[in-house]
């Protein structure tokens, strides 16, 4: 590439396309480097995009089954967690909820406090992400946020209400127009037509993914990005602290053929794979001996935001929560506890299936045993909420985050039946996220009498006795020095040069809020420190 020495292929690799890698990619690009981003997952057309849920081999990774969507689910032994694969990452998927931290547990907490002042640190670099992604507040008036009004005053705080800002291009519903937010040099965007599909990735086109603002500017700042390649291995070229540049190592994403290993030179490497890809890359890495100068705080401190995910679903086959994008409103039941509507539109009925009637606490043995007991006790109801048509236009899921300090830790361990091993979580130092919520079952349990109907809990919830979470932090975070982090409060590994993490396994606490706009702020401070290319 022009400008390189012949001794380097690029001046950096990114590993991943999500929040902390486009951004990345983006802003090393404008300070003149050349970049090459490697993404496992495939890039998307938005007419490409599941029309429903029954769609699962666009909706769901699972290369080995021959699905290759855009989320991933990961049974792990203490958390089942939901992540994002493609070119664009968690942004496919995500339902665009952009909140800036308010709880000064997140900006205060002892991991990183000593290290800066990081609510004044990070105001800017929210306020640019906010711009870059397009976050803005519609006045959401439907079904569903008179719903969620009902249920603050049902749990006594009335004043808690407050509509979600979203990172969407709402404009003229379905009317396609110049690129609205970057002077022209954007893709045209067509309006948000409220179908409330965002899940299953948005074939409107509406939605602010990451392909459509930091992704696109990025190449057409020279940035490549090469799909479908997996980074399987890291390594300073001569085997000493990066100084000399990275050689990094990557192939078709399986089951592909697994052909040659692809070797690129850089001068830098930003890993950016996410809690579990750049957690299990980095694990890999230590263990083969590519990284071993590696913080042995690699893998502690993984934290979720202590979420649960419960629904309630009307029993009136003319019952209608659609109307709106997939998440439109918060209430906070209490100053740790924050909840959000959210809706698949209509086209989520394919997701009945991963309910059952809503199971109180206890053990996995315990919880079966009380879904049964529901079944039994109400046959008829149970056999309606098998029936997943109209489903989704009926229900509306609610997801209960708690800003508590919990937290796991991520290690490799042994395959039973096969060669190799994977990653898996263990108890950490912290005490672990709960798998009841009883605020998360009061909060179902309330909507669901509002609506004439049901509450749920998720199947995957009580058949394994362990909470689910799409919002899986840390592995790697910021700390002092070696002991207590992976990375500094840049962003730079510890122990090595020209190597940094840019994504949510650098967060050192948890936001207790969705965390992506939170990625992007401290990516954007992370390379605001990388120089410019000489020259
Ligand atoms: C269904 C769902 C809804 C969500 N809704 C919201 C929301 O409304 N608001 C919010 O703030 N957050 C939401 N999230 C969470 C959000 O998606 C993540 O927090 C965010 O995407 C994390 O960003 P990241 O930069 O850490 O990495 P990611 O966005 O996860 O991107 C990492 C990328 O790296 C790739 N990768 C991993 N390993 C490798 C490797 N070895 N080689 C090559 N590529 C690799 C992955 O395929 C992936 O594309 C949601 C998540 C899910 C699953
Ligand atoms: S509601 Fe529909 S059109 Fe609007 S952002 Fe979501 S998926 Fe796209």
């Not at 292929?9 to 404008?30: C, K, T």
């Not at 997952?41 to 089954?65: C, H, I, N, V």
Request: proline share 6%; with cysteine.
């Amino acid at each position: 590439m022009s400008g390189v020495p012949a001794s380097f292929d690029v001046d950096w690799v990114v590993i991943g396309s999500g929040f902390g890698g486009s951004v990345s990619a983006l802003r090393l690009a404008e300070k003149g480097h050349s970049v090459l981003v490697l993404e496992q997952g495939r890039r998307w057309d938005d007419e490409d995009f599941a029309a429903s849920a029954w769609e699962t081999a666009k909706a769901q990774w699972a290369p080995w089954l021959g699905m290759r969507g855009i989320m991933r689910i990961t049974p792990f032994r203490d958390v089942n967690v939901l992540s994002g694969v493609g070119v664009g990452g968690g942004s496919l998927t995500w339902a665009n909820t952009s909140y800036v931290p308010h709880s000064g547990a997140f900006y205060e907490h002892p991991q990183w406090a000593a290290l800066a002042d990081w609510r004044a640190e990070l105001a800017p670099h929210y306020a640019t992400a906010q711009h870059m992604l397009g976050v803005t507040e519609p006045p959401f008036d439907g079904p569903s946020e008179r719903l969620m009004q009902g249920l603050a005053e049902d749990l006594g705080v009335p004043g808690s209400y407050r509509t979600t800002p979203v990172a969407v291009f709402m404009g003229e519903p379905g009317v396609e127009v110049d690129d609205p937010y970057f002077g022209g040099e954007g893709p045209r965007r067509t309006g948000c037509t409220r179908c409330g599909q965002c899940i299953l990735g948005c074939r409107v086109g509406a939605k602010n993914t990451l392909v459509k603002n930091y992704l696109w500017l990025a190449e057409r700042r020279g940035v490549r990005v090469l799909a479908d390649r997996k980074v399987v291995d890291l390594r300073p070229l001569d085997g000493g602290d990066g100084a000399a540049g990275w050689a990094v190592e990557h192939r078709a994403t399986p089951p592909a053929l697994r052909g040659r290993v692809s070797t690129v030179r850089a001068r830098g490497v930003v890993i950016a794979g996410g809690t579990l890809g750049t957690n299990d890359l980095l694990l890999r890495c230590r263990s083969r001996g590519s990284l071993n100068r590696l913080s042995p705080r690699v893998g502690r401190l993984v934290r979720t935001n202590s979420e649960s995910i419960t629904a309630a679903t009307a029993l009136q086959p003319a019952a209608d929560y659609t109307g709106d994008v997939t998440i439109t409103a918060s209430i906070y039941p209490d100053e740790h506890t924050h909840i959000t509507n959210n809706t698949y539109g209509a086209a989520g009925d394919g997701n009945a299936l991963l309910f059952v009637p809503l199971v109180g606490a206890g053990s996995r043995a315990a919880r079966v045993l009380k879904l049964l007991g529901a079944y039994a006790r109400r046959p008829l109801r149970g056999l309606r909420s098998l029936n997943p048509v109209g489903w989704s236009r009926r229900t509306i899921m609610l997801t209960t985050m708690q800003s508590v300090d919990s937290s796991l830790s991520l290690a490799l361990r042994r395959r039973r039946l096969w060669r190799g091993s994977v990653m898996d979580t263990t108890s950490g130092a912290g005490t672990p996220p709960a798998n009841f919520l009883p605020v998360a079952n009061a909060a179902a349990e309330l909507a669901a009498r509002r609506m004439g109907g049901y509450a749920q809990s998720t199947v995957l919830d009580v058949a394994r006795g362990v909470p689910s979470t799409a919002h899986i932090l840390g592995g790697a975070v910021i700390g002092a020095g070696p002991e207590t982090g992976v990375v500094d409060a840049r962003q730079r590994v510890f122990g090595y040069t020209g190597l940094l993490i840019c994504d949510g396994s650098v967060m050192p606490a948890n936001p207790g809020v969705n965390p992506s706009l939170t990625i992007t702020a401290l990516a954007e401070r992370a390379i605001a420190h990388v120089p410019a290319k000489a020259g």
